[in-house]
């Protein structure tokens, strides 16, 4: 923000005309801050020529640059602006100037506190909130000497009891009188860019971004490079209290203005926050306050009482024998004093323990405390001495560890270390229970059999010998192995995991090398399907966000889901049946955005805010992990109802016998069985919707068996059946009907359904059936008991193709139950949302058959 004189024509007639275009030195400052830095230079130079004091020509220079203010300064405001929208990157600005400030509320008059009392009087309250800190200030305290002493006091506001007073968080220790101020900073501001800080003085922003990245940014305050302290304290939604960061770096000279320094503070701050300056020391004079999206990297004087604790080595273990040719070296921790994250790790080896000669030198490594040896470092039947330390983020490297020892193996035929291979390194947005992969059991030298694995996972503070997870021995999951639920915390919390592979004669590999991820800020994942207009045929529908936004998705996204994920085929009583994990789902109105005011239909893996579990996962009254369908349509097995390839569908028997065929398998300790139900279809709907993209599941998924071509009922596994096969389920649709239970019409023609906890009993839902026609629109009524706001169950109809919002038809009669899909002949008519609640439940047909589920 270089100011021009030329700009005010008093201005120019008042104060020399100077250069103001400066080179920044490399060591101080990012050239995109030139103009800063041009600003405090050019200030600097107008106060040492017109030789007043600088308060004088700071007030002068305030009342001057009004005119620059309403035309360059403005401009400078909306790019600052811009700043907040593009928050990955955000910068944040304190120069203590309207238009500049991240101080939010102007200083509110103080009517009374007494000491011992957690309430303060105030004039007005219309601008305190409670939750926030604030600064309480009395300027009318004098010093020993009766010069004016400031004494200021953090509190923070725990309600609004009325329009003048409010009650604090904590007593007040001391009273205040009529001449104090409650405010966000008790700062003398001199004027544009300047501002003076007492001892005792505290200084409280609003709430800033600087950005998402779970490693935080940084903070650099240019301010009077003297013995005094600003002490930098930082909250975030991750941090509830003040938490103190030292600074790392201090930069001056160059275009650093004489007797003012850069303190740069490395801030674990993530996302949103609260930063918070109290001076301590003696007093200061602060020039502006940058808050930065990452730190700088621009080097400057270390501050050597910030540099990470000295670590110790783990692996291998001091004195250790057998070592082979390609150990794993480790360090046991990362401590940073100053909360800083590390940056880097360096391992040396040497075969003197003094380190007069270095055999091998990792140099400076990525995040992570392990690092594996190459091949033909180390040799068989040797000793050798080993050292490590660690760096922070600011550049400040720890002492070396302790030197250990160990000797490797007579001979190098073994295990060799796998390395971790899922997730992979440095991944982000990991859920709550990842699948951990390894690279394939590798012998050096000679053969073994794999005969188990071990993973453990430390957190990235933590250590292995005190692992938040540990696999133990597992002679199962060998290659892979997946985190069980509560293990890993969300909130882009940072974890390092690693493991080791066992033969059946050669024993343990070492540890692989450790690699990072980053779990999800929630561990939820949601993704929905809106729908954009009916009519068209199939509708325009759209994947969308939890808010509502449009959103891009690919296979891998669907295949990482972790109820998507987990929909496999399983063998069940000698059936082929396809698993359906739970999941929690919310319906209705998109509230804002480029879709607001659309309807649309979400899913989550986990409990948030607005989503209930699924009616399908609900038994008796209550919940259920999964249920299981039919892989195939309802197959004959004896008076069974099944699901097994390479046969016909059960066919021509009526509604109440096809219950029984399928609750016929629940002998002999078997339970659960039944014939699938609409909950559990509307289920499968919305997932394969959502994974579509849209409704019209011939022309995403495919035709099917709907065009009598070959003619007639084929076997279950007909490659024209199987067309219709979304994630393992044949024949969704096509070659026969499929009846469903827990859907039906009364003597009125409106839809009666099982009650939402899973007791199996009818409630009346008050909607009528549409006529027969291609759906348009979808019922939203819903009750107590029930809703089918969150199904598909038509509510309008048109008997026009091209106007239908589903692609498929519907048909409804008085006092039937519910068919699904369409049969052999039904064309394009047929499909995932073809629904029948046309025949009542006596019927029996060639074309009407059912499909097995089990709970």
């Known amino acids: 923000m270089p100011l021009t004189p030329s700009a005010n024509p008093q201005l120019s007639?008042?104060?020399?005309?100077?250069?103001?275009?400066?080179?920044?030195?490399?060591?101080?400052?990012?050239?995109?801050?030139?103009?800063?830095?041009?600003?405090?230079?050019?200030?600097?130079?107008?106060?040492?020529?017109?030789?007043?004091?600088?308060?004088?020509?700071?007030?002068?220079?305030?009342?001057?640059?009004?005119?620059?203010?309403?035309?360059?300064?403005?401009?400078?405001?909306?790019?600052?602006?811009?700043?907040?929208?593009?928050?990955?990157?955000?910068?944040?600005?304190?120069?203590?100037?309207?238009?500049?400030?991240?101080?939010?509320?102007?200083?509110?008059?103080?009517?009374?506190?007494?000491?011992?009392?957690?309430?303060?009087?105030?004039?007005?309250?219309?601008?305190?909130?409670?939750g926030d800190y604030y600064v309480?200030?009395?300027?009318?305290?004098?010093?020993?000497?009766?010069?004016?002493?400031?004494?200021?006091?953090?509190?923070?506001?725990?309600?609004?009891?009325?329009?003048?007073?409010?009650?604090?968080?904590?007593?007040?220790?001391?009273?205040?009188?009529?001449?104090?101020?409650?405010?966000?900073?008790?700062?003398?501001?001199?004027?544009?860019?300047?501002?003076?800080?007492?001892?005792?003085?505290?200084?409280?922003?609003?709430a800033i971004s600087i950005g998402t990245d779970s490693d935080g940014g940084a903070v650099v305050i240019r301010r009077s490079l003297s013995a005094a302290e600003a002490r930098l304290y930082y909250r975030d939604a991750y941090q509830g209290t003040w938490k103190e960061c030292g600074w790392s770096m201090r930069r001056s000279g160059g275009s650093i203005p004489a007797g003012m320094a850069d303190y740069e503070y490395i801030l674990p701050m993530r996302g949103d926050g609260w930063l918070r300056l109290d001076i301590a020391g003696e007093a200061l004079t602060l020039s502006h306050i940058v808050a930065l999206g990452s730190p700088t990297g621009l080097g400057g004087f270390l501050n050597p009482e910030l540099a990470p604790s000295t670590p110790a080595i783990a692996s291998p273990a001091d004195a250790s024998v057998g070592i082979m040719e390609r150990p794993t070296l480790a360090l046991d921790n990362y401590?940073?004093?100053?909360?800083?994250?590390?940056?880097?790790?360096?391992?040396?080896?040497?075969?003197?323990?003094?380190?007069?000669?270095?055999?091998?030198?990792?140099?400076?490594?990525?995040?992570?405390?392990?690092?594996?040896?190459?091949?033909?470092?180390?040799?068989?039947?040797?000793?050798?001495?080993?050292?490590?330390?660690?760096?922070?983020?600011?550049g400040l490297w720890s002492d070396w560890s302790a030197v250990t020892s160990f000797a490797t193996a007579a001979d190098f035929i073994y295990v060799v270390a796998p390395t971790v291979t899922g997730p992979v390194s440095n991944a982000l947005d990991v859920p709550e229970q990842p699948t951990l992969a390894s690279s394939s059991f590798t012998v050096s030298g000679g053969?073994?059999?794999?005969?188990?694995?071990?993973?453990?996972?430390?957190?990235?503070?933590?250590?292995?010998?005190?692992?938040?997870?540990?696999?133990?021995?597992?002679?199962?999951?060998?290659?892979?192995?997946?985190?069980?639920?509560?293990?890993?915390?969300?909130?882009?919390t940072g974890y390092y995991v690693r493991v080791r592979h066992q033969g059946v004669t050669k024993g343990w590999s070492e540890w692989s090398g450790e690699s990072k991820f980053t779990t999800k800020a929630a561990f939820a994942t949601i993704i929905g399907i809106a729908l954009l207009a009916t009519g068209g045929g199939s509708g325009t529908w759209a994947r969308v966000?939890?808010?509502?936004?449009?959103?891009?998705?690919?296979?891998?996204?669907?295949?990482?889901?972790?109820?998507?994920?987990?929909?496999?085929?399983?063998?069940?009583?000698?059936?082929?049946?396809?698993?359906?994990?739970?999941?929690?789902?919310?319906?209705g109105t998109i509230a804002a955005g480029p879709n607001a005011g659309k309807r649309a239909w979400w899913i989550s893996d986990q409990p948030a805010a607005g989503f209930t579990l699924h009616p399908a996962f609900m038994r008796a009254g209550a919940p259920i992990?999964?249920?299981?369908?039919?892989?195939?349509?309802?197959?004959?097995?004896?008076?069974?109802?099944?699901?097994?390839?390479?046969?016909?569908?059960?066919?021509?028997?009526?509604?109440?016998?096809?219950?029984?065929?399928?609750?016929?398998?629940?002998?002999?300790?078997?339970?659960?069985?039944?014939?699938?139900?609409?909950?559990?279809?509307?289920?499968?709907?919305?997932?394969?919707?959502?994974?579509?993209?849209?409704?019209?599941?011939?022309?995403?998924?495919?035709?099917?068996?709907?065009?009598?071509?070959?003619?007639?009922?084929?076997?279950?596994?007909?490659p024209t059946v199987a067309q219709a096969t979304w994630r393992g389920i044949v024949g969704l649709w096509g070659n026969v009907w499929q009846m469903v239970d827990g859907l039906r019409t009364d003597a009125a023609k409106r839809y009666e359904i099982w009650d939402k906890h899973g007791n199996k009993g009818y409630i009346n839902t008050g909607a009528t059936a549409p006529a027969n026609g291609w759906t348009v629109s979808l019922s939203a009524n819903a009750g107590a008991d029930?809703?089918?706001?969150?199904?598909?169950?038509?509510?309008?109809?048109?008997?026009?193709?091209?106007?239908?919002?589903?692609?498929?038809?519907?048909?409804?009669?008085?006092?039937?139950?519910?068919?699904?899909?369409?049969?052999?002949?039904?064309?394009?008519?047929?499909?995932?949302?073809?629904?029948?609640?046309?025949?009542?439940?006596?019927?029996?047909?060639?074309?009407?058959?059912?499909?097995?589920?089990?709970?």
């Open 13 to 130: 007639e008042s104060i020399p005309q100077l250069t103001t275009n400066s080179v920044a030195h490399p060591d101080t400052w990012n050239p995109v801050h030139q103009a800063l830095l041009d600003n405090d230079a050019y200030l600097a130079r107008v106060l040492e020529e017109t030789g007043a004091t600088l308060g004088e020509q700071v007030a002068t220079l305030d009342q001057r640059l009004d005119g620059v203010e309403a035309t360059s300064s403005v401009a400078v405001q909306r790019a600052v602006s811009l700043d907040w929208l593009y928050r990955g990157n955000a910068i944040n600005f304190e120069m203590f100037t309207p238009g500049y400030t991240l101080v939010d509320i102007d200083p509110v008059a103080v009517v009374q506190g007494i000491n011992g009392d957690d309430s303060l009087d105030v004039a007005d309250t219309s601008a305190l909130r409670a």
């Open 136 to 206: 309480l200030t009395d300027p009318s305290t004098l010093d020993e000497e009766g010069n004016p002493a400031p004494t200021s006091a953090l509190v923070q506001i725990a309600s609004v009891l009325s329009g003048q007073r409010v009650r604090l968080t904590a007593n007040l220790a001391r009273d205040w009188s009529a001449s104090a101020t409650l405010s966000r900073s008790s700062l003398a501001v001199q004027g544009a860019a300047l501002a003076r800080g007492e001892v005792g003085d505290i200084y409280l922003t609003k």
């Open 335 to 394: 401590t940073s004093p100053a909360g800083n994250a590390q940056q880097a790790v360096q391992f040396q080896l040497s075969t003197d323990a003094l380190f007069a000669t270095v055999l091998h030198d990792s140099g400076a490594l990525g995040s992570g405390l392990s690092y594996r040896v190459p091949a033909e470092v180390l040799q068989a039947g040797n000793t050798y001495y080993l050292r490590g330390r660690v760096q922070d983020v600011a």
């Open 447 to 492: 053969e073994d059999t794999h005969a188990a694995s071990q993973w453990q996972i430390r957190t990235a503070g933590g250590t292995f010998s005190a692992p938040v997870w540990d696999s133990g021995t597992d002679a199962v999951n060998l290659l892979t192995a997946v985190v069980p639920a509560g293990v890993l915390q969300a909130g882009e």
């Open 545 to 587: 966000d939890e808010n509502g936004a449009t959103r891009v998705t690919d296979s891998a996204f669907f295949s990482s889901h972790q109820t998507y994920g987990q929909i496999q085929d399983v063998t069940i009583d000698g059936q082929a049946m396809v698993k359906i994990p739970a999941f929690y789902v919310k319906a």
């Open 625 to 718: 992990g999964q249920f299981w369908v039919g892989k195939y349509q309802g197959t004959a097995d004896g008076t069974k109802l099944g699901s097994k390839p390479g046969v016909t569908p059960l066919v021509s028997i009526d509604f109440p016998t096809m219950q029984g065929r399928a609750a016929a398998r629940n002998v002999s300790g078997v339970s659960g069985f039944q014939l699938w139900d609409y909950y559990q279809l509307s289920a499968i709907q919305l997932l394969a919707m959502i994974e579509m993209g849209g409704a019209n599941s011939q022309a995403l998924i495919g035709r099917g068996h709907v065009d009598n071509s070959p003619s007639g009922v084929q076997v279950v596994d007909h």
């Open 786 to 855: 029930f809703d089918l706001g969150r199904l598909f169950v038509p509510a309008t109809t048109d008997s026009a193709e091209a106007n239908g919002t589903t692609a498929d038809q519907s048909y409804a009669n008085a006092n039937c139950v519910a068919y699904h899909g369409g049969s052999y002949g039904y064309g394009s008519s047929a499909g995932l949302f073809a629904l029948y609640v046309s025949n009542a439940a006596s019927n029996a047909y060639t074309d009407l058959g059912g499909r097995l589920a089990k709970v």
